[in-house]
């Protein structure tokens, strides 16, 4: 079963219904609004001044105020959720992110001897494990020259920038200067700025603010993991989009059917079909609501989102035969890594894996989840650029139907409850544009510095190690030590079948017996075919997807 297989059985499966408990929800509070949320109304101007007028028509959007929905329109768009929106008022929620825990990366993936440079918004961090094997987060500045700590190293346990040496311990005090005379005392404000981080249920949580002390009840716990038997196949991926249109794409099972069409036996675009939604709870913090296919006259889906990025999807399912109960999920931790980037980490379980799914190693799993999202890459990297291009709200933008774009309607909506607490947002009715332009690294740091200084990650050597989020090597392999060492031992393999289908050739040429001779032919053609098997896993880890009926 491959990734895709998983999602689309969990979104599809009729057996799916499962109680969640109630996100408590906070009191509501209107602040004027100020800086740079733009009103919908005032976006029509500036456009109005910039852009031709659009003719309606049964193909193209008209994209004016004045254009009234007729009745069939309101039957089938996404409409207002409650009366407040009807009349235009807008209710904003008591919304700070970093008051958040933002999940950082796989706890096995973590390198037990380099620092890992990450980002949440645009605050670049360091992540490392001391001498104690536990878990610190630094601001990933020296505070000597602003030289990157992630591009330095491990030494006893202590950060060492590799700029000029100096070495920090794991509450971020600096002790070690080697420039300093024998008798000067080390300045104490000579240090870094710290934050908290958790490891819960295999994945490393940070608190990013540095006012309020860390939250323990907003650290995410999701029950199905924890329940007795429940595996997971987990994975992480580096993506050239913002994190917000990221969960529009996983909270959408209608394009799965037509997007990934024949990626496996589970997508197949004939299955595209109107869904029918319900919206169950709605809080400060998220939503959630139940899913169906509209055809089936049910709704046995269970779909929440809560902030500041957490998505999941829960099924529960009765086995026929032993009626033993089964809880599986489809669980997505979406981080934003700064503008029009993000990294998501996936996890799909249940209690009831088959035992086929132990044949296949993990690698397999990845190369088949990188390959989905690189059939999305597409749309989503362009979908990216018309919203910074617009810059207006999606209700100008998007046309919502009822019947497959509910949720990423209802997740628009919650960023304009939340969105000012952030530092830019895209809502349905209200954005903020990002207030400092990205920055782009001509040069970016080595994510795990062990492996750039094995393999040339960042010196663009080839297609596979070239430093692009459009490479799958750098999306995904670089982040993952299972799929690296599943590449590395591929090419030891390769190089040694390579070298030895040689040596057989040539002792088949030079050989007397013609027995002797067949037997090397034999075994150099089962090397060959044995290069030629390793060469296929190697690509199958660092190759792109490519859509065939493409015209280039």
Same mark, same amino acid.
């Given at each position: 079963?491959?990734?895709?297989?998983? !999602?689309?059985?969990?979104?599809?499966?009729?057996?799916?219904?499962?109680?969640?408990?109630?996100?408590? /929800?906070?009191? $509501?509070?209107?602040? *004027?609004?100020?800086?740079?949320?733009?009103?919908?109304?005032?976006?029509?101007?500036?456009?109005?001044?910039?852009? /031709?007028?659009?003719?309606?028509?049964?193909?193209?959007?008209?994209?004016?105020?004045?254009?009234?929905?007729?009745?069939?329109?309101?039957?089938? @768009?996404?409409?207002?959720?409650?009366?407040?929106?009807?009349?235009?008022?807008?209710?904003?929620? #008591?919304?700070?992110?970093?008051?958040?825990?933002?999940?950082?990366? !796989?706890?096995?993936?973590?390198?037990? #001897?380099?620092?890992?440079?990450?980002?949440?918004?645009?605050? %670049?961090?360091?992540?490392?494990?001391?001498?104690?094997?536990?878990?610190?987060?630094?601001?990933?500045?020296?505070?000597?020259?602003?030289?990157?700590?992630?591009?330095?190293?491990?030494?006893?346990?202590?950060?060492?920038?590799?700029?000029?040496?100096?070495?920090?311990?794991?509450?971020?005090?600096?002790?070690?200067? /080697?420039?300093?005379?024998?008798?000067?005392?080390?300045?104490?404000?000579?240090?870094?700025?710290?934050?908290?981080?958790?490891?819960?249920?295999?994945?490393?949580? =940070?608190?990013?603010?540095?006012?309020?002390?860390?939250?323990? #009840?907003?650290?995410?716990?999701?029950?199905?993991?924890?329940?007795?038997? $429940?595996?997971?196949?987990?994975?992480?991926?580096? @993506?050239?989009?913002?994190?917000?249109?990221?969960?529009?794409?996983?909270?959408?099972?209608?394009?799965?059917?037509?997007?990934?069409?024949?990626?496996?036996?589970?997508?197949?675009?004939?299955?595209?079909?109107?869904?029918?939604?319900?919206?169950?709870?709605?809080?400060?913090?998220?939503?959630?609501? %139940?899913?169906?296919?509209?055809?089936?006259?049910?709704?046995?889906?269970?779909?929440?989102?809560?902030?500041?990025?957490?998505?999941?999807?829960?099924?529960?399912? =009765?086995?026929?035969?032993?009626?033993?109960?089964?809880?599986?999920?489809?669980?997505?931790?979406?981080?934003?890594?700064?503008?029009?980037?993000?990294? !998501?980490?996936?996890?799909?379980?249940?209690?009831?894996? &088959?035992?086929?799914?132990?044949?296949?190693?993990?690698?397999?799993?990845?190369? +088949?989840?990188?390959?989905?999202?690189?059939?999305?890459?597409?749309? @989503?990297?362009? %979908?990216?650029?018309?919203?910074?291009?617009?810059?207006?709200?999606?209700?100008?933008?998007?046309?919502?139907?009822? +019947?497959?774009?509910?949720?990423?309607?209802?997740?628009?909506?919650?960023?304009?409850?939340?969105?000012?607490?952030?530092?830019?947002?895209?809502?349905?009715?209200?954005? +903020?544009? *990002?207030?400092?332009?990205?920055? =782009?690294?001509?040069?970016?740091?080595?994510?795990?510095?062990? =492996?750039?200084?094995?393999?040339?990650?960042?010196?663009?050597?080839?297609?596979?190690?070239?430093?692009?989020?459009?490479?799958?090597?750098?999306?995904?392999?670089?982040?993952?030590?299972?799929?690296?060492?599943?590449?590395?031992?591929?090419?030891?393999?390769?190089?040694?079948?390579?070298?030895?289908?040689?040596? !057989?050739?040539?002792?088949?040429?030079?050989?007397?017996?013609?027995?002797?001779?067949? $037997?090397?032919?034999?075994?150099? &053609?089962?090397?060959?075919?044995?290069?030629?098997?390793?060469?296929?896993?190697?690509?199958?880890?660092?190759?792109?997807?490519?859509?065939?009926?493409?015209?280039?």
């Amino acid at each position: 079963m491959t990734a895709l297989s998983s !999602l689309h059985s969990l979104f599809f499966s009729p057996l799916l219904k499962i109680p969640s408990p109630k996100l408590k /929800p906070s009191p $509501f509070f209107t602040p *004027p609004t100020t800086g740079n949320v733009i009103s919908p109304i005032k976006a029509h101007k500036l456009r109005k001044r910039t852009e /031709p007028k659009l003719t309606k028509c049964h193909a193209v959007t008209d994209m004016s105020s004045s254009a009234v929905p007729t009745p069939d329109d309101h039957k089938v @768009l996404v409409g207002p959720a409650s009366e407040e929106e009807s009349r235009g008022e807008r209710r904003v929620a #008591d919304y700070d992110w970093t008051e958040e825990w933002y999940p950082l990366y !796989l706890t096995k993936d973590v390198p037990d #001897d380099a620092p890992l440079g990450l980002t949440v918004f645009d605050q %670049q961090i360091v992540l490392y494990k001391d001498g104690k094997g536990e878990l610190r987060c630094h601001q990933d500045r020296c505070p000597h020259r602003l030289a990157k700590l992630s591009e330095g190293q491990l030494i006893d346990g202590r950060l060492e920038c590799l700029y000029h040496g100096w070495q920090f311990e794991g509450e971020g005090k600096c002790v070690k200067i /080697p420039q300093l005379p024998a008798d000067a005392k080390i300045p104490r404000s000579a240090c870094v700025r710290t934050y908290e981080v958790k490891e819960s249920q295999g994945v490393v949580w =940070v608190w990013m603010s540095q006012k309020t002390p860390p939250n323990p #009840d907003k650290l995410p716990w999701f029950e199905n993991f924890a329940r007795p038997g $429940f595996q997971d196949v987990s994975t992480i991926h580096e @993506l050239p989009y913002d994190h917000s249109i990221l969960l529009e794409n996983l909270m959408d099972p209608a394009h799965i059917p037509i997007s990934h069409d024949r990626t496996d036996y589970s997508a197949k675009r004939e299955d595209a079909q109107p869904l029918g939604f319900e919206v169950t709870e709605r809080t400060d913090r998220g939503f959630a609501g %139940q899913w169906g296919r509209e055809k089936d006259g049910s709704m046995p889906n269970f779909l929440r989102f809560e902030a500041p990025c957490v998505l999941q999807n829960n099924r529960e399912s =009765v086995d026929n035969k032993t009626g033993e109960k089964h809880y599986s999920t489809g669980l997505f931790l979406c981080r934003p890594t700064g503008q029009g980037k993000s990294m !998501l980490i996936v996890r799909f379980g249940t209690t009831g894996t &088959s035992p086929w799914i132990k044949l296949f190693p993990d690698w397999y799993f990845h190369q +088949s989840a990188s390959k989905v999202f690189e059939q999305d890459m597409g749309f @989503l990297s362009s %979908q990216n650029e018309v919203l910074l291009k617009e810059k207006v709200p999606t209700k100008e933008l998007y046309f919502n139907l009822r +019947s497959i774009d509910t949720w990423v309607a209802e997740y628009r909506k919650w960023m304009d409850k939340a969105g000012h607490g952030m530092p830019y947002y895209f809502g349905h009715s209200t954005i +903020s544009l *990002p207030k400092v332009p990205a920055v =782009v690294e001509h040069a970016p740091a080595g994510l795990v510095a062990g =492996v750039s200084a094995s393999l040339p990650a960042k010196g663009g050597i080839g297609t596979m190690h070239a430093p692009n989020l459009a490479n799958r090597y750098f999306r995904h392999v670089i982040h993952c030590k299972g799929c690296r060492s599943a590449v590395k031992a591929f090419n030891t393999w390769k190089n040694s079948l390579s070298t030895a289908a040689a040596l !057989l050739t040539a002792l088949a040429i030079l050989g007397a017996g013609r027995q002797w001779r067949a $037997f090397c032919l034999v075994s150099a &053609s089962l090397c060959l075919a044995g290069v030629y098997a390793c060469s296929t896993a190697i690509s199958m880890n660092t190759t792109n997807f490519i859509r065939t009926h493409r015209r280039l």
